[in-house]
């Protein structure tokens, strides 16, 4: 007698035999995420950078056009681009966002939304493959940010050093330790390589894709913290230019 296959049926979106509360992992991404891209959105359509002294919002870094010369809408929307497509195409980011707001896959064992599964291989999702250049384009920012903190430690010509240097100091701090251990710079350094001894430079690759793959387990925990020292130098900034606080001077 010939076997008759059976289709398993379908879940249901929500459904699962889980007793734990695997909605709470989710939700910080909802929160954190959700409300630094409100935050960040309203900033950058704002088009009113912050600077103050040595001090210059890392949104708007670099500030390009302030006057309105000849682009009538934010300057940081000339930059906004880089560090957006850098962000939302990261491999760690995807994986929190598909999870918390298109619920894809919402966890592990939980029934998903009904739909055709078509991966990334469709428009505007295929778009996430620019992420194996987007690293370059970060990087040129980073020049921009560590000269901004170059600049944040000379007070009227002087050497000085003041919180808001500390702030600005710790923000690309995290952003380089984000950007040079993405999964991307792993590839390139020897992740895609089958033999080390037949490429060339092949040692010096090896121990330096050790090196990266070692420290990219900590990847998530630069993720969020590179993003929250971002938008606490911008918010600093902000209100220092403002008046709402004064900057303390530590030498």
Request: hydrophobic share 45%.
């Given at each position: 007698?010939a076997?008759?296959?059976?289709?398993?049926?379908?879940?249901a979106?929500?459904?699962?035999?889980r007793?734990?509360a695997?909605?709470v992992e989710?939700?910080?991404v909802?929160v954190?995420?959700?409300?630094?891209?409100?935050?960040?959105?309203?900033?950058?359509?704002?088009g009113?950078?912050?600077?103050w002294?040595p001090?210059?919002?890392?949104?708007?870094?670099?500030?390009?056009d302030?006057?309105?010369r000849w682009?009538?809408?934010?300057?940081?929307?000339l930059?906004?681009?880089g560090?957006l497509g850098?962000?939302v195409?990261?491999?760690?980011y995807?994986?929190?966002?598909?999870?918390?707001f298109?619920?894809?896959?919402?966890?592990?064992?939980?029934?998903?939304?009904?739909?055709?599964?078509?991966?990334e291989?469709?428009?505007?999702?295929?778009?996430?493959?620019?992420?194996?250049y987007?690293?370059?384009?970060?990087?040129l920012?980073?020049?921009?940010?560590w000269?901004?903190?170059?600049?944040?430690?000379?007070f009227?010509g002087?050497?000085g050093?003041?919180?808001?240097?500390?702030?600005?100091?710790i923000n690309?701090?995290?952003?380089?330790?984000y950007?040079f251990?993405c999964h991307?710079l792993r590839?390139l350094?020897?992740?895609?390589l089958?033999?080390f001894?037949?490429?060339?430079?092949g040692?010096?690759?090896?121990?330096?894709?050790r090196?990266?793959?070692?420290?990219?387990?900590?990847?998530?925990?630069?993720a969020?913290?590179?993003l929250?020292s971002?938008?606490?130098?911008?918010l600093y900034?902000?209100?220092v230019?403002?008046g709402?606080?004064?900057?303390?001077?530590?030498?």
């Open positions: 007698m076997e008759v296959q059976v289709a398993p049926a379908e879940k979106f929500g459904s699962t035999a007793r734990d695997w909605w989710i939700i910080p909802i954190l995420l959700g409300g630094f891209g409100m935050y960040a959105t309203l900033r950058a359509v704002e009113k950078f912050y600077e002294g001090y210059l919002s890392p949104f708007y870094s670099p500030l390009i302030p006057n309105h682009w009538p809408l934010s300057p940081a929307l930059i906004l681009v560090p850098f962000r195409t990261c491999y760690y995807r994986k929190a966002y598909y999870r918390a298109f619920f894809d896959l919402s966890a592990c064992a939980v029934g998903e939304r009904k739909k055709s599964y078509c991966g291989t469709k428009f505007p999702f295929i778009l996430q493959n620019v992420h194996r987007s690293p370059y384009v970060a990087i920012f980073l020049y921009f940010l000269r901004d903190v170059i600049r944040a430690f000379a009227d002087k050497f050093v003041g919180a808001g240097t500390l702030v600005l100091l690309v701090c995290l952003l380089t330790l950007t251990l991307s590839h350094a020897g992740g895609k089958d033999c001894s037949c490429a060339t430079f040692t010096p690759r090896y121990k330096a894709w090196g990266i793959t070692a420290l990219n387990e900590g990847h998530m925990l630069l969020w913290s590179s929250v971002v938008g606490l130098a911008d900034v902000r209100l230019a403002s709402a606080i004064r900057d303390v001077r530590l030498f």
